[in-house]
C-alpha cells in the first residue's frame, strides 16, 4: 500500500498529460504500466526552520499521483542545523535508488571531509532535486556543495506573495502557466548561476528590485540536477504547480521526462491511477496532524496489500468493482480484505450500490473467517450500506446497534443507487459514521473485548441474484483525533 495522494482538489495540467500520453503509448491499455517498475526516489529531509514532517508526506503524495514514483523517506536532525544525516556516512549510500531528493537545511555542517561523501554519489551518476533550504546546506568553506546545487544563494528576503515567471522553453515546465501566484512565501536570493545551470524561472525581490531564479536545471559532470528555491510553507509545497515543478523535475533529472513534459513509457499512471488520487477522499482536509500519516489502501491499479476470493473482485477506472451473476452468486457474503490489521482509524470512502438491493458494507474489528467453503469471509463488526444501513456482529451477535432513528438518519441521506461519501471513525468500542456529510450512527460496544485489531473488509453479501458494488477512495489514517471530519456540524 502507497501513501495517499495529496488533496489536490483538481487534476492538473501535467496529471492529464501524463494520463494522454499513458494511452498513446500503450495503444489505450493502462493494464501494461503496472507491470513496469516505478521510480524509485530517495527523499532526505529534516532541519531547522521549516515544516518538514508535513512537506515530506505532501511531496511523496504528490509525485504518486503523477507519476508511478515511490519515495523512500529518511528525516533525521530534529530542527538543528548541524547534524549529519546518517546515510551520507554509509559507501554507496545512494544505491538502489534512481533520484536523490535534498529537502535537508543543515547549514551548520561545515565538514569538507563529509560534504566529499555526500557529492560523492552524485558525482558517479546519482541524479538529484535540490529543494529550498538544501541551497542554504553545508557551507563547508569551499563550493563543492553549490556547484551540484547550480546556484549560490546567501540568504533570503522578507516572507511576500511574489509570481513566478517561465522564462525557458523545457520539459519541466511545459504545462506550466507562463505566470503563476505563490502566496506568502520565503524568496531566496541568487548571487551566482553556475555555467552549469540553465534558469527555469524566475521572481522579482522586493528588497534588491531584480529578478531571482526560483528553478533551473544543472548539468554536474553527467549528473543531471533539478532545482527550485521555491518551498518555505508546507501550503506552497501543496500547490498543485509546485508539485507538477517538481515532479517533472524528478523525472527529469533521472531522464524519464519525455520532451513534451510527460512521464516516459511505463512511468505514466493509468485513468484509474489519476482518477483513485482525486477522488472525493483524497480531497478532505484532515486534520494537520493527521495528514503525513494518511495511506491509501488501494492504488487504483491493482490489489497491492489485499486479498480475498477473486472471482468476484475486478477494477475499473480507479474503483474496485464487486460483482456476480446469477450463476456464480455467493452462498456466503464474501470480503476483500486488507492484509493488514488496523484497530483505530478514521477511514474515508465512497460506496455505490449498482445492481440488486441487497446492502454491502465495509467489516472491521475481527478476523478472516471460512464458512461453508468460503474461506473469505469474515468475523466481526459490519458498517451496512446502503439498504439496511447500521451495524451487524458477522456470526456473533447479529444486529448490533438497534437504532432506528439513525437508521432512518442514514437512509434519509444516503443514495441507494448512487454513490454515497461515507467516513468511518472506530475509536476504542465506539463506531461513528458520517454519510454525505452528516453524522447517521454513533454507537459503543458494551462488549469491549470484541473489538479486536482486524483486517478491513469490503462486503459481497450472499445473494441468489446478479449484483455489483464499488468502492473508491479508502484512504485510512491510524489512531487519528476523536472527531468527525467530514459531518456538518463536526461534534
Not at 503563476?180 to 524561472?201: G, M, V
Not at 472491521?364 to 468460503?374: L, M, P, Q, T
Request: hydrophobic share 35%; proline share 5%; aromatic share 10%.
Amino acid at each position: 500500500m502507497r501513501h495517499a495522494t495529496t488533496p489536490l482538489g483538481r487534476l492538473s495540467p501535467f496529471m492529464v498529460a501524463a494520463t494522454a500520453a499513458l494511452f498513446a503509448s500503450f495503444g489505450g491499455s493502462p493494464a501494461r504500466a503496472g507491470e513496469e517498475k516505478p521510480l524509485e526516489v530517495l527523499y532526505i529531509t529534516g532541519g531547522c526552520c521549516h515544516d518538514y514532517e508535513g512537506q515530506k508526506a505532501v511531496i511523496a503524495k504528490g509525485l504518486a499521483s503523477r507519476a508511478r514514483i515511490r519515495t523512500t523517506v529518511i528525516h533525521e536532525g530534529g530542527s538543528t542545523t548541524d547534524h549529519k544525516v546518517s546515510i551520507y556516512e554509509k559507501p554507496d549510500w545512494s544505491k538502489g535508488f534512481d533520484v536523490v531528493f535534498h529537502n535537508e537545511c543543515f547549514a551548520n555542517v561545515k565538514d569538507p571531509e563529509f560534504l566529499k561523501k555526500i557529492v560523492a554519489e552524485h558525482e558517479k551518476g546519482t541524479p538529484a532535486v535540490m529543494m529550498h533550504c538544501a541551497m542554504h546546506c553545508y557551507r563547508a568553506g569551499n563550493d563543492d556543495w553549490f556547484k551540484l546545487c547550480g546556484i549560490k544563494s546567501p540568504g533570503h528576503g522578507a516572507h511576500y506573495e511574489y509570481t513566478a515567471h517561465i522564462v525557458a522553453d523545457h520539459p519541466i515546465v511545459k504545462g506550466l502557466p507562463k505566470a503563476w501566484n505563490l502566496p506568502k512565501e520565503e524568496l531566496y536570493f541568487c548571487d551566482k548561476l553556475f555555467e552549469t545551470a540553465k534558469p527555469l524561472a524566475e521572481a522579482m525581490s522586493r528588497e534588491r528590485n531584480a529578478m531571482q531564479t526560483v528553478a533551473w536545471t544543472n548539468e554536474y559532470g553527467k549528473t543531471r540536477v533539478f532545482g527550485t528555491t521555491i518551498g518555505h510553507y508546507t501550503q506552497t509545497v501543496e500547490l498543485p504547480e509546485f508539485l507538477d515543478l517538481v515532479t517533472k523535475g524528478t523525472l527529469w533529472a533521472a531522464g524519464k521526462l519525455r520532451d513534451d513534459g510527460s512521464p516516459a513509457a511505463g512511468l505514466a499512471l493509468s485513468a484509474g491511477e489519476v482518477a483513485a488520487a482525486s477522488d472525493w477522499s483524497h480531497r478532505v482536509k484532515l486534520p494537520a496532524e493527521e495528514r503525513a500519516r494518511a495511506v491509501d489502501l488501494f492504488n487504483g491499479r491493482d490489489f497491492d496489500g489485499w486479498e480475498g476470493n477473486m472471482d468476484y473482485w475486478s477494477i475499473e477506472g480507479g474503483e474496485i468493482v464487486a460483482k456476480n451473476s446469477k450463476e456464480n452468486a455467493p452462498k456466503v457474503s464474501t470480503y476483500l480484505l486488507t492484509k493488514k490489521p488496523y484497530r483505530n482509524f478514521r477511514l474515508l470512502f465512497e460506496g455505490k450500490l449498482v445492481t440488486s438491493e441487497m446492502h454491502s458494507g465495509v467489516a472491521i474489528w475481527g478476523r478472516k473467517f471460512e464458512k461453508d467453503g468460503e474461506a473469505s469471509s469474515y468475523q466481526g463488526h459490519l458498517v451496512m450500506f446502503p439498504s439496511g444501513w447500521g451495524l451487524w456482529d458477522l456470526f456473533r451477535r447479529n444486529s448490533l446497534s438497534g437504532d432506528q432513528q439513525g437508521r432512518a438518519k442514514a437512509a434519509a441521506e444516503g443514495r441507494q443507487h448512487d454513490w454515497n461519501t461515507m467516513e468511518i471513525l472506530a475509536i476504542g468500542s465506539r463506531i461513528r459514521l458520517a454519510v454525505n456529510g452528516k453524522e447517521v450512527l454513533d454507537w459503543t460496544d458494551p462488549k469491549p473485548e470484541l473489538c479486536a485489531e482486524g483486517p478491513i473488509g469490503l462486503q459481497l453479501h450472499s445473494n441468489s441474484v446478479p449484483q455489483e458494488v464499488r468502492f473508491r477512495g479508502l484512504v485510512l489514517v491510524e489512531n487519528p483525533i476523536d472527531s468527525l471530519v467530514t459531518a456538518e456540524p463536526t461534534p
